[in-house]
Nanobody, 121 residues
Framework: QVQLVESGGGLVQAGGSLRLSCAAS????????MAWHRQAPGKQRELVAGITSGGTTTYNDSVKGRFSISRDNAKNTVYLQMNSLKPEDTAAYYCTADIRRLGFYVDDSYWGQGTQVTVSS
């Protein structure tokens, strides 16, 4: 009943930029924390950036100063602006959200299906 749909991935040259979007839909009462994770081939999934409902952000050290996470609460959407991309940023990117559904009293965590980002050197 709740879905996260990512968009905006693709192929870009090193030094380029991409903007990822992730929209939540369904019977949503509220959304707490939202975040972006990534997983490169042969590597463990890692947190890229997170943002609370109040707008407090956190970043993986490897992306600080290059990536920016933001959200539009009216649209139930989280964004990841990625600048100065490097080949090592190549990965599948997943958004996550802690969502309170209508009629429920606890948050559940949801994951999107992932979007591929490939950075060529």
């Amino acid at each position: 009943q709740v879905q996260l749909v990512e968009s905006g991935g693709g192929l870009v040259q090193a030094g380029g930029s991409l903007r990822l979007s992730c929209a939540a839909s369904g019977r949503i009462w509220s959304i707490n924390n939202m975040a972006w994770h990534r997983q490169a081939p042969g590597k463990q999934r890692e947190l890229v950036a997170g943002i609370t409902s109040g707008g407090t952000t956190t970043y993986n050290d490897s992306v600080k100063g290059r990536f920016s996470i933001s959200r539009d609460n009216a649209k139930n959407t989280v964004y990841l602006q990625m600048n100065s991309l490097k080949p090592e940023d190549t990965a599948a990117y997943y958004c996550t959200a802690d969502i309170r559904r209508l009629g429920f009293y606890v948050d559940d965590s949801y994951w999107g299906q992932g979007t591929q980002v490939t950075v060529s050197s």
